[in-house]
């Protein structure tokens, strides 16, 4: 009777254990993507809460959120597109959370990319659309600062995100290109291939925003995931992908 008490137990405590948990979702651009993803997985250790999670270009999200898309909350590469979200309405709040680094990126190790770029010795090079994600304008104005943007246009391979951008190279289209820091490090070093790390002087400092959207306002998981990321734990996974 005692062990029949004891499994009816633990089934009513399996039972409910749903009922007190909950979930947001949240907009995440391409570059945050990965951290995300090891952030969610933590806080639903630690608080049982869950966050649902979308990815794409800064400028794509964006465009769903103005749309009606029924995001609670908004991980920008940027800081214009929440900005314009609480102008709009759309948010109430935002917050800075990371500070990006761009890099130059190949899959061959071994390799000098300054010299390949400053001679154009490739086929292709790899660059998100400036016009859609803030990674790519600034790859844009890093080859404006290094003189080459007019004379790489023939050779330009346009990601729309920084995922697209990564598959591009990653399956050998193209030789190189223009990544996040944060897709090809983790846990303090590169993952694989060559890479520069582009002077931070080439172009504007990539601050990253995340707005809390009119959906989320009152969603407590919202609250709970933006206390989480003040923890020290938080901010270790952030920056073992290679934030300042």
């Given at each position: ?16 254990k749903?009922l ?12 945050f993507?990965g ?5 969610n ?19 794509q ?49 071994g390799?000098?990319?300054v ?11 790899a660059?998100?659309?400036p ?22 246009q ?18 050998g289209?193209?030789e ?11 846990q303090?070093q ?9 002077p ?8 990253q ?6 959906k ?11 206390n ?12 073992s992908?290679?934030?300042?």
């Amino acid at each position: 009777m005692l062990r029949l008490w004891r499994i009816s137990l633990i089934v009513l405590c399996f039972w409910f254990k749903p009922l007190y948990a909950a979930s947001a979702i949240v907009a995440v651009a391409n570059n945050f993507y990965g951290p995300m993803k090891a952030l969610n997985a933590d806080f639903s250790q630690q608080t049982e809460h869950a966050l649902q999670l979308s990815t794409g270009s800064t400028g794509q999200l964006y465009a769903q959120i103005v749309n009606g898309a029924p995001f609670d909350l908004f991980f920008a590469a940027d800081t214009l597109r929440p900005q314009t979200l609480i102008e709009k309405g759309l948010g109430s709040s935002s917050f800075t959370y990371a500070q990006g680094c761009l890099v130059l990126w190949s899959t061959s190790p071994g390799l000098d990319l300054v010299s390949l770029l400053t001679q154009q010795d490739f086929t292709h090079l790899a660059i998100a659309d400036p016009k859609l994600a803030p990674y790519g304008l600034a790859a844009q104005q890093s080859l404006s600062k290094m003189a080459l943007w007019q004379a790489v246009q023939a050779k330009l391979v346009l990601g729309n995100g920084l995922n697209p951008t990564y598959q591009f190279i990653a399956s050998g289209n193209a030789e190189l290109g223009f990544v996040a820091k944060s897709q090809v490090f983790k846990q303090g070093q590169y993952r694989e291939g060559s890479v520069w790390q582009v002077p931070i002087d080439y172009y504007q400092p990539i601050l990253q925003d995340a707005v809390i959207l009119r959906k989320g306002q009152n969603n407590p998981v919202i609250n709970a995931f933006i206390n989480y990321l003040k923890t020290e734990r938080a901010q270790a996974i952030i920056k073992s992908y290679g934030y300042q």
